[in-house]
């Protein structure tokens, strides 16, 4: 941040020396002559006016006497002028201590009397100054003031220069005499300090932040001292957000006669020719006038631009601006009309991609794209980057290419040290057949130079070069870990079971190294079916087929070559009845992947287990004494001693609560037992993200899977007992103080709750996690889910009318009181819809009751919440009763119908159907 303010100051600087050049005015100083001053900014920018105000003023050219400089501030207006004491200098900077404001006369001097110029003179005749640089304040807080704000808004991924208008906007210090700059908002979201382009007293400009949700926000504007500032008109976010990811080719000539075409891609960019938006929220009264998209590089725009899709366009990259690497920024601007308000409003959305373009001064380094093995089965998977180590061999012959730009006839190829053959010369496009392998098509296609591979010692990846040649020397163009070599000698460590029936339909399970291509497996001379093959290459699982009674090879086949496994298997006839007497543990998480074992009194032939009515693919028929000992370890014991073996599986994800685990053989033998899925609660959302210092704020939390109660009754019992299974579901806030939160109640999409309202004392003030732990042990956790805040306001409910109503809601209420700001009203932990507000009062509709209904009703707290996250709880509850059968009520007249708000004044209703 300092470092691009200072280099703003030095661009303003380099104008004002040219703008000197231009006048013909002399530039360079003699040794002795003391360049003009120049101010960049004045921290803080307020004090009061009673002086003895630390400032710092930030320039050039200030020398470093203190003698040599004097400090002024004047008021133009008024023709003040006050002189202020110089404590350090250097030549970047200036301490002083402020001087009293005191008027020069008796008269009625207003607020802007006190705004000040900030003048600094070097060595008595090099002067500059800094309009309205300075503020004396009388008030004890700033009061800001936001006025207006460009543009109208911008897209929900942030990013958008806006700047606001107002005034009162103040510049703090902190002890190590750094600036502290306001605090702004767009809604809850705030602004990085990173962020923060300018701050004077009556403007600042910032970079909008990201906004997913989309749609009205106010900006609000906190000063250093907590006085704050609202925007009345709402800042709009778009949905979807124009977006840039990459830009092709990323390299260009500078200063050449023809400039190249690039092609920028992203997202959401819409179609500026045929007034097409991507405006997925936009209002019904907003009618779109026009759409102008804009590219830059660096500080040039881009020409020629061509709409491709929505995720594409072209354009012409510029050939002028600075060697090295520059930004690409994406601008579109939106222009609308409001047909409700008639005002015309500008939508700007900012995508910047930092150094992705970069102008060399010589157009010859290659670029090296991709790397294509032709192989069939390597297309098929979309593993077109790898090969085998012995290279290109007669029995291996498929085409390999490397793909890119600025390939000539006279060049090299390297994959790693080895040197490539060259197959004919560099050609434009992908060959026939290789279409649908490449999707970089258009006015961008790339060359493809055909290659023989070299073979390699080791297996990895290596980095791809390519070596243009001629007279002005060589130039390189590289792909880092641009190919794979592939030890594609598949070897095999186990596969089980060795034997299984006849008539096929055994789950066979392989382990070993290198089987991640492995597209088929014969077993004898038959093909297994079902193949599945792990990610790593470490294992895969298959199906038998039928086959007659014997000893088969097992064959298996990859891009590469064969493995034979020469009598590694048996068909035969052996069958066993089906008696599993305990499932250990009996319960697993519901996103799956963890291991239980079904205790089995006799081997399983061909089982299949399902949880529900989903199959388990991970299933392993071995003695209890092979178990693993660190999985051994998490069991702790087995239910049934007597069953000698095991089948180990992974469970598959399930819905959470109690299922049967379905398990069968090839005879057809069926058995069922009783599995539970243990709750696995998400959190997607917490809001709001911040509660009063005092508690007693209502939190609404999104997700799913929240499980209140749990209870457990024999034969449904969990065996062993998960952890955290306390029957009931608890919420806990930990930070810089652990509270339970035992107040909530559970919702379609989550559920809310309150913090505990502390009758004195406050909670500390920070970042807080949440953890919910489900009634079966289940827990989710949102690490600084909520941040604890001193909220100013002070809300208080002094009493409300009616105080019962029917458990159907709708009952009109008004709630009395003061300081109500913007407030949200809640019967328990219902949120009422709020009809009007003002400071003192709330008239609302009840919201319905939810809960279990009883006879002789339900009383309900009453909570008021303001913005600011402050709470008041009301001393009395509202009760909700059942409705009067036949009872009709009737107001005829109010009398009196005005009253003061501060006097206790009786009011007469007269009417029918009230009840006491």
Not at 82 to 99: A, D, H, L
Not at 690 to 708: C, E, K, P
């Amino acid at each position: 941040m300092k470092a691009r303010r200072l280099l703003a100051s030095l661009m303003i600087f380099l104008q004002l020396v040219l703008t000197i050049l231009g006048s013909g005015l002399p530039v360079l100083a003699q040794e002795d002559e003391q360049p003009y001053p120049f101010i960049h900014e004045v921290y803080p920018n307020y004090g009061p006016v009673t002086g003895n105000t630390t400032v710092i003023i930030t320039g050039l050219h200030f020398g470093s006497a203190s003698e040599d400089v004097e400090v002024e501030f004047y008021n133009r207006d008024h023709e003040i002028t006050i002189r202020q004491k110089v404590e350090k200098v250097t030549n970047n900077t200036i301490e002083i201590t402020t001087n009293p404001w005191m008027a020069p006369g008796p008269g009625d001097y207003g607020d802007d009397a006190r705004i000040m110029d900030v003048v600094v003179i070097v060595k008595g005749d090099k002067k500059v100054t800094k309009e309205n640089a300075f503020t004396y304040v009388v008030e004890e807080l700033s009061e800001p003031v936001i006025e207006d704000f460009t543009p109208d808004g911008g897209g929900a991924g942030g990013g958008t220069w806006v700047t606001i208008e107002g005034r009162n906007f103040i510049i703090d210090r902190n002890e190590e005499g750094e600036p502290i700059y306001p605090d702004i908002y767009f809604g809850n979201a705030k602004v990085d300090v990173s962020d923060i382009e300018s701050v004077t007293l009556t403007e600042i400009v910032v970079k909008s932040p990201p906004h997913w949700g989309g749609g009205f926000v106010k900006i609000r504007v906190e000063n250093p001292d907590k006085a704050r500032a609202i925007s009345e008109k709402e800042f709009f976010y778009k949905t979807p957000s124009a977006a840039i990811q990459r830009i092709s080719p990323s390299t260009g000539p500078r200063l050449a006669e023809d400039p190249i075409w690039v092609r920028i891609e992203g997202g959401n960019i819409p179609d500026w020719r045929t007034m097409t938006p991507l405006f997925d929220n936009k209002p019904e009264n907003w009618e779109i006038e026009s759409i102008n998209v804009q590219a830059y590089i660096g500080d040039a725009e881009l020409k020629d631009l061509t709409w491709e899709n929505y995720d594409s366009i072209l354009g012409k990259a510029p050939t002028d601006g600075p060697q090295g690497r520059l930004p690409v920024t994406l601008r579109v601007l939106t222009i609308v009309k409001d047909n409700e308000s008639g005002k015309t409003l500008r939508i700007v959305e900012e995508a910047v991609l930092p150094d992705a373009f970069t102008l060399v001064d010589y157009w010859d380094e290659p670029q090296v794209l991709a790397v294509m093995n032709t192989n069939e089965k390597l297309l098929e998977l979309g593993r077109t980057n790898e090969g085998p180590l012995e290279g290109t061999t007669p029995d291996r012959p498929e085409p390999i290419y490397v793909i890119g730009y600025n390939f000539s006839e006279n060049m090299e190829v390297y994959f790693g040290e080895n040197q490539a053959q060259l197959v004919g010369t560099p050609t434009i496009g992908p060959p026939p057949g290789l279409e649908g392998h490449w999707d970089d098509e258009g006015t961008l296609l790339p060359q493809w130079q055909r290659v023989i591979l070299p073979p390699a010692e080791i297996p990895g990846p290596v980095t791809v070069r390519v070596v243009r040649k001629d007279e002005t020397g060589d130039a390189a163009g590289y792909l880092p870990r641009g190919f794979i070599y592939r030890d594609t000698d598949m070897s095999v460590a186990q596969l089980f079971p060795k034997s299984g029936p006849a008539s096929g339909g055994q789950r066979v399970t392989i382990t070993g190294a290198n089987l991640d291509l492995v597209t088929a497996i014969i077993f004898g001379s038959q093909p297994g079916t079902n193949l599945e093959v792990a990610a790593d290459g470490t294992h895969l699982t298959v199906v038998t087929d039928r086959h007659e009674l014997g000893v088969v090879d097992v064959t298996l086949i990859d891009p590469f070559g064969t493995l034979v496994l020469e009598n590694a298997y048996e068909y035969v006839m052996d069958e066993f009845d089906l008696k599993i007497e305990a499932v250990t543990p009996n319960w697993a998480k519901r996103t799956g992947g963890d291991v239980v074992y079904l205790e089995s009194v006799s081997p399983i032939n061909g089982p299949r287990v399902f949880f529900g009515d989903t199959e388990a693919h991970q299933v392993e028929l071995m003695m209890k004494d092979e178990v693993p000992e660190q999985e051994m370890e998490k069991i702790g014991y087995w239910q049934k001693e007597e069953a000698e073996y095991v089948l180990r599986v992974v469970v598959p994800p399930g819905e959470t609560g109690w299922t049967q685990v379905r398990v069968t053989n090839l005879k057809g033998d069926v058995q069922t037992l009783p599995f539970y899925y243990l709750s696995q609660p998400e959190i997607s959302a917490v809001e709001p993200a911040y509660a009063s210092v005092r508690g007693g704020n209502i939190i609404g939390v999104q997700g799913r899977d929240f499980l209140g109660e749990f209870k457990q009754e024999d034969p449904l019992t969990l065996n062993p007992q998960p952890d955290g299974a306390a029957g009931e579901l608890t919420i806990k806030l930990s930070g810089p103080r652990d509270i339970t939160c035992q107040e909530w109640e559970l919702r379609d999409d989550g559920l809310v709750f309150r913090i505990p309202a502390l009758e004195s004392g406050e909670y500390p003030e920070g970042r807080y996690t949440l953890t919910i732990t489900n009634a079966d042990g289940g827990q989710a956790v949102r690490a600084d889910a909520i941040t604890f805040i001193w909220a100013p306001s002070r809300p208080e409910i002094k009493g409300f009318v009616p105080d019962k109503g029917t458990y159907q809601g709708g009952t009109s209420v008004v709630v009395s009181g003061q300081n109500f700001d913007n407030p949200r009203l809640y019967f328990g932990l219902e949120e009422a819809a709020i009809d009007e507000h003002g400071l003192l009062t709330i008239r609302a509709k009840t919201p319905p009751y939810s809960g279990e209904r009883k006879k002789e009703g339900i009383e309900v707290r009453v909570t008021v919440i303001n913005e600011d996250g402050a709470v008041a709880i009301a001393d009395d509850f509202f009760t909700y009763t059942f409705p009067e059968p036949g009872l009709s009520v009737r107001i005829r007249s109010v009398f009196p119908d005005l009253v003061l708000a501060y006097n206790e004044n009786p009011v007469i209703i007269e009417g029918q159907g009230f009840q006491p």
